[in-house]
C-alpha cells in the first residue's frame, strides 16, 4: 500500500514539472508593436514632408509659354509647352536677350555706290541689287557724266594743291656743332644795349655726357636733351647730340642749340 502511494505522488509531480517546463512564456507586443508603428510612420512621414520640401526649393516647371527664346549668346530655341527646347538656329550675329530674337543688321534703303564705278540699290537687310556700271565714276548714289567728273576731279585736285604739305620735322634743324678743342665765339646784348661777347669749349667730354664751358663758368655733366644754363640763364645750351669715340683720334663732339635773352 505504501509503494503505491509513494509511485502516485512520483507521478503527480512529474507531472506538475512537465507542465511547468512546458508552458511558453508569451511576450506582450502590443505596446512594443504601436511603439515601433509610430517610429515606422514617423519616418515615412519624415520621408514625405523631405520630399515635398525638394520638390518645391527645386521649383521645376511642369509647363511652359510655347515661345522663342535666346538659351545662348548666339542660339535662339523653341521653347515647347513641356519647357523642352526645339527647332533651334544659329543668330550669325548673336542673339538678342530683350526681343528672344536674332539680332540682324539694317541698313538705309536707296541708292548708293557699291564701287567707284557702281551705281546699286540696298536694301534694309544690307543687299545689293539693280546694279548699273557708271563709265565716268558713281557718286554720291549716282553715276556721273563726263562734265561732272571733270569737274568733281578738278575741285579734288585744287582741294590737294590747297592743303599745305606738313613740315618735314628734322632733328638737326638748328643744331651748331662744336669740336674738342675749340672755340665758339657768340655775343649777347647787356644792360644798355652793350654787346657782350663770350666763349664756347667743352671742357670736359665722355660716351653719352659731357661738361660745357661758356668763359669762366662750367656746367654740371649734361646729357643729350638735357640745358645747361649760364649768367643767372641769359644763356643757354641745349644739348642735342654727343658724339665720343674713346681711340685717339676718334670724334668727339657736341652738337648744340644756343640761346640768349
Known amino acids: 500500500m505504501r509503494a503505491v502511494s509513494f509511485l ?6 512529474i507531472v506538475v514539472i512537465g507542465c511547468t517546463v512546458a508552458t511558453p512564456v508569451v511576450e506582450d507586443k502590443s505596446n512594443l508593436s504601436l511603439s515601433e508603428n509610430q517610429t515606422s510612420s514617423g519616418e515615412n512621414a519624415t520621408t514625405a514632408s523631405d520630399n515635398n520640401s525638394l520638390g518645391s526649393n527645386l521649383n521645376i516647371p511642369t509647363s511652359c509659354q510655347e515661345q522663342w527664346r535666346c538659351i545662348s549668346t548666339s ?3 523653341h521653347q515647347e509647352g513641356n519647357c523642352t527646347f526645339k527647332s533651334k538656329q544659329t543668330c550669325p550675329l548673336g542673339c538678342n536677350f530683350e526681343n528672344n530674337s536674332c539680332k540682324t543688321l539694317e541698313c538705309k534703303e ?5 564701287t567707284p564705278s557702281t551705281k546699286a540699290y540696298q536694301d534694309k537687310y544690307c543687299s545689293w541689287m539693280l546694279e548699273e ?26 582741294t590737294k594743291m590747297a592743303k599745305p604739305a606738313p613740315p618735314v620735322y628734322d632733328p638737326y634743324a ?28 667743352i671742357l670736359a667730354i665722355e660716351d653719352g655726357r659731357t661738361i660745357l664751358k661758356v668763359d669762366t663758368f662750367h656746367s654740371d655733366w649734361v646729357k643729350e636733351g638735357d640745358t645747361a644754363k649760364f649768367l643767372g640763364g641769359t644763356i643757354s645750351i641745349d ?4 658724339q665720343f669715340q674713346s681711340f ?7 652738337g648744340y642749340r644756343l640761346g640768349t635773352g
Do not use: M, P
Open 133 to 158: 556700271k557708271c563709265e565716268f565714276g558713281c557718286w554720291k548714289g549716282a553715276c556721273l557724266n563726263s562734265t561732272e567728273a571733270q569737274a568733281l576731279n578738278t575741285t579734288d585736285n585744287a
Open 174 to 201: 638748328g643744331v651748331q656743332w662744336i669740336n674738342v678743342g675749340d672755340s665758339v665765339q657768340f655775343s649777347t646784348v647787356g644792360k644798355n644795349n652793350t654787346e657782350l661777347n663770350h666763349t664756347l669749349n
Open 239 to 242: 644739348v642735342a647730340e654727343i
Open 8 to 13: 502516485f505522488i512520483f507521478f503527480l509531480f
Open 75 to 77: 542660339v535662339l530655341a
Open 248 to 254: 685717339e683720334g676718334g670724334v668727339r663732339k657736341v
Open 110 to 114: 536707296g541708292y548708293g555706290c557699291r
